[in-house]
């Protein structure tokens, strides 16, 4: 099962780069670890942090994070938020790479549009780490580290299963399906993931996408915006669902989870099952209101701590812990990658899920 999982996620990572990929497989063999354990660097050295923008309650979380936490191991950081959009992250990498950044972690916009900045951070002697979305089309990163992307998909598709049947024991269920920005690497990852589980149900009837749109193509959110589910959602219960009942909308994230919601609401009808990530606060209080059906555990602090220990092991002359050194394809090299498992969160087991969390914890009480 494993395998084939495993398989399947490198195949999807593999489609997401469409063009390059298949240039790129022929040197999918690049040994693990090569390129980034060279002989260490001053404890004091300047490290860079790329965050893409604030689409969600993690990125902001990890911007404090990575101070902190960088500081605190002596480094100097400097954690940019690309607000500006792409270019904007170009700069602020190719600034990293001039201030002498001895390891540049990306988190990007989008994966396939650094590869100029990446090579010159390399040319310069710098280690690259992806960090949550994979760098795609590119030599020039060294390691990958992320919680579990194509796991969060199926564990999304097995709750919008699990919660429509508690609700009703039986199907035809009618359904939308939502995906993320399409130019965020794990996007396309995420809807695989969920159609892993959700596809053989819409073959055998269990399921019907009222609206017909079942594609990756179709069910994008650009910018993994709000308005523009909220926007969608709109137009997909004015056109589709006159009588019909929405029984379940499959949502990547929770700030789309809110948005379709509130789409939901304004139209009077009743509340969907409807799926979510990254535990943000006003998704758990929706969790605990009975709205928001579930979301998904990735702990922004445990993801932080693994790149920086990465940082600490480059900086001492070894080589960062890896767990998975051959699925992640970015469409030239095989990706070194660190996953950490991501967790289902619902009504019922959420404070357990968050017993240890000062903010979430007294919320799920
Ligand atoms: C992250 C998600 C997040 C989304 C939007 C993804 O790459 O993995 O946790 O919801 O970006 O910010």
Redesign the pocket.
């Known amino acids: 099962m494993l395998t084939f999982n495993k398989s399947v996620k490198s195949l999807a990572v593999i489609a997401a780069v469409s063009a390059l990929a298949l240039t790129g497989c022929g040197r999918a063999e690049t040994p693990a670890g090569t390129s980034g354990a060279a002989g260490g660097f001053a404890q004091d050295a300047e490290i860079g942090v790329a965050l893409p923008q604030k689409?969600?309650e993690?990125?902001v979380l990890a911007e404090g994070l990575f101070n902190d936490g960088l500081k605190s191991a002596g480094f100097k950081a400097d954690v940019q938020f690309a607000n500006g959009g792409v270019s904007d992250q170009q700069n602020q990498i190719s600034s990293m790479v001039t201030k002498g950044a001895k390891v540049i972690i990306v988190g990007a916009i989008d994966g396939a549009q650094l590869g100029t900045q990446l090579k010159q951070a390399k040319d310069a002697g710098a280690t690259v780490i992806a960090y949550?979305?994979l760098l795609l089309n590119t030599e020039n990163v060294d390691y990958y580290v992320a919680y579990d992307?194509y796991k969060v998909g199926q564990l999304q598709g097995q709750a919008l299963l699990d919660g429509m049947k508690g609700k009703k024991d039986s199907g035809p269920y009618n359904i939308e399906l939502f995906a993320?920005s399409p130019d965020?690497a794990?996007a396309k990852v995420f809807f695989d993931g969920a159609m892993n589980v959700l596809q053989p149900k819409i073959d055998d009837g269990t399921l019907k996408v009222v609206s017909g749109q079942k594609t990756f193509e179709q069910a994008v959110t650009q910018g993994?915006k709000a308005e523009n589910a909220q926007k969608r959602m709109d137009t997909l219960l004015a056109g589709s669902y006159g009588s019909a009942e929405l029984d379940g909308v499959l949502s990547p994230?929770d700030?789309l989870a809110r948005a379709i919601l509130t789409s939901v609401k304004a139209a009077g009808k009743p509340i969907p099952i409807v799926t979510g990530?990254?535990s943000e606060v006003e998704s758990v209080k929706s969790i605990m209101a009975g709205e928001q059906y579930s979301t998904i555990n990735?702990d922004t602090t445990a993801l932080v701590k693994h790149a920086i220990q990465m940082v600490k092991d480059l900086q001492a002359g070894k080589t960062p812990e890896i767990n998975d050194p051959k699925s992640y394809n970015n469409g030239v090299k095989v990706v070194p990658a660190y996953l950490l498992v991501p967790q289902i969160v619902t009504k019922a087991n959420a404070a357990e899920q968050y017993k240890n969390d000062k903010v979430l914890g007294p919320l799920t009480k």
Do not use: L
Request: charge should be negative; proline fraction near 0%.
């Open positions: 689409t969600s993690n990125w949550d979305r992307n993320g965020d794990n993994w994230n700030t990530q990254d990735k």
